[in-house]
């Protein structure tokens, strides 16, 4: 269930970086960030088609993430300058359950350029407060390579804890690899007024 009172597309500043949700404007520059930072990306996510690194294919992605925000099931986050419109990076919020479980889960990626920056640690700290205060979220999990310590770094300075070790869990550049699962509780979550629940409840 959305809540129209908040925006669909929002707008993050936190320091020096603007985070905001992907429209239509953003196509060309998001298409610009896959292809420029292609072979970096490439061992740490899935096997992507060619059509992935192409206008057309993110044109209709675009429409169906617009769609997804527009009912709070996903986000889908730039990271960039407010000097310039070149993307840094991008953080994604999918698998949104309101109750019982008020829980999501992430996944991002940062430019080959824009490593060793604090930029993910900063964007991803400020976006996961944006869905506790805004989307009532109690619970953000993510998960990452065990060989991917950049990751496990970032996870842990905005306040992720390890639950697990998943084996075999993604499939990543073609092969199955392990994931240690991480989870981000929100620590003042409260419970919505009994009629948001019910409603929540008869959409299930």
């Not at 698998?95 to 019982?100: A, F, L, N, T, V």
């Not at 092969?175 to 240690?180: A, F, G, K, L, V």
């Amino acid at each position: 269930m959305s809540d129209p009172s908040i925006s669909r597309f929002p707008r993050i500043i936190v320091d020096d970086l603007r985070i905001d949700a992907i429209c239509h404007e953003d196509v060309t520059r998001i298409v610009q960030y896959f292809q420029r930072n292609r072979t970096f990306l490439t061992p740490w996510e899935p096997t992507r088609t060619d059509g992935f690194y192409t206008e057309q294919g993110w044109k209709r992605r675009v429409l169906q993430l617009m769609e997804l925000q527009k009912h709070q099931l996903a986000y889908y986050f730039l990271i960039a300058k407010p000097t310039s419109p070149q993307v840094l990076g991008v953080i994604s919020y999918t698998s949104m359950m309101q109750y019982p479980s008020y829980s999501c889960t992430v996944g991002y990626s940062l430019d080959e350029l824009a490593q060793g920056q604090g930029i993910m640690r900063r964007a991803l700290s400020a976006t996961n407060q944006w869905l506790f205060d805004n989307v009532n979220m109690h619970r953000v999990c993510a998960s990452y390579m065990p060989k991917n310590e950049k990751s496990a770094k970032v996870l842990e300075a905005v306040g992720f804890e390890r639950e697990g070790r998943a084996r075999d869990y993604l499939l990543i550049n073609g092969h199955w690899e392990d994931h240690i699962l991480m989870a981000h509780i929100n620590p003042r979550w409260q419970l919505p007024r009994p009629e948001s629940t019910q409603n929540a409840t008869s959409l299930g």
